[in-house]
């Protein structure tokens, strides 16, 4: 699934907000702050490390644009290198990350992620999209329910920052998430605060418990083992279609909504 957010000038999240997020998608942890002439960069499997430098540099540049990115590792090894943000195409004036999966073919024993494949070996042949509004729709659909924040000083392009599917997130105030594994949820199942990890709004009811999902806006028993939206069949974590979904690892699902480490 992972967990990317974007903060406009003057707003930045909370260290709770972070926290929950990375404890929900804990494969890899990284942020990027444009202050202007540069991009500044960050990343490491240390969540408290990261987070802990992040509002530290975000504090220097309260008025710039920041993302934060927790990952949930469906592609490539955990590590530092495949940990959000990147360079495209090597580049240090334009950052990408991403939340989804995104279909791009990743050559045999190729152990990078499928973000860091589409940032090196396929958008630098597409950047002129990103300025033309047809062009950038077709980005969009080509990435499907992924979302992406790049952070640009590149001199060819015309914006500082691009979202691509950003309907697809939702903004509270000036900041920008992808989904909603930042919140923490109260657990319908032992009635006590647990971070969690999903696409389910839970509405108590009072004989039983409802979901909501946010792909088909149905009202759901939960669906215990599947994580499966009974109405739509979508994958909960990236909202797309089971046939489509590659993060869909239902049995890291289950141990992880029974408590296990994950």
């Not at 702050?33 to 499997?45: A, F, M, Q, S």
């Not at 430098?53 to 710039?64: E, G, T």
């Not at 592609?75 to 290198?81: A, E, I, L, P, W």
């Not at 990236?238 to 239902?250: E, Q, S, V, W």
Request: overall charge negative; hydrophobic content about 35%.
């Amino acid at each position: 699934m992972c967990l990317l957010m974007v903060a406009s000038p003057n707003y930045t999240p909370t260290r709770k907000e972070l926290m929950c997020a990375c404890t929900n998608n804990p494969d890899g942890f990284g942020y990027a702050i444009h202050v202007g002439d540069r991009i500044l960069t960050g990343k490491g499997l240390n969540a408290e490390s990261v987070v802990s430098k992040f509002l530290k540099v975000r504090a220097q540049y309260p008025d710039a644009w920041a993302m934060f990115h927790a990952r949930w590792a469906t592609h490539g090894s955990v590590c530092t290198t495949n940990s959000h943000p990147y360079e495209v195409g090597g580049r240090q004036d334009l950052i990408l990350a991403h939340n989804g999966v995104l279909g791009v073919e990743i050559p045999a024993g190729d152990d990078r992620s499928d973000t860091l494949v589409f940032a090196e070996d396929w958008l630098p042949n597409f950047l002129e999209l990103l300025d033309d509004e047809s062009g950038f729709g077709e980005l969009e659909e080509l990435v499907s329910g992924s979302k992406i924040c790049i952070f640009s000083t590149a001199p060819e392009l015309q914006n500082q920052v691009y979202i691509l599917n950003e309907d697809l997130g939702h903004w509270v105030g000036g900041l920008w998430w992808s989904n909603y594994s930042y919140q923490v949820k109260d657990s319908w199942m032992f009635g006590t605060k647990n971070y969690y990890s999903s696409n389910w709004d839970y509405v108590k009811d009072d004989d039983y418990q409802t979901d909501f999902c946010f792909n088909c806006e149905m009202y759901e028993p939960h669906p215990l083992v599947d994580f499966v939206c009974a109405t739509c069949g979508s994958c909960l974590d990236c909202l797309t279609d089971l046939d489509d979904c590659l993060c869909y690892r239902p049995d890291l699902h289950q141990e992880s909504l029974f408590g296990g480490e994950y």
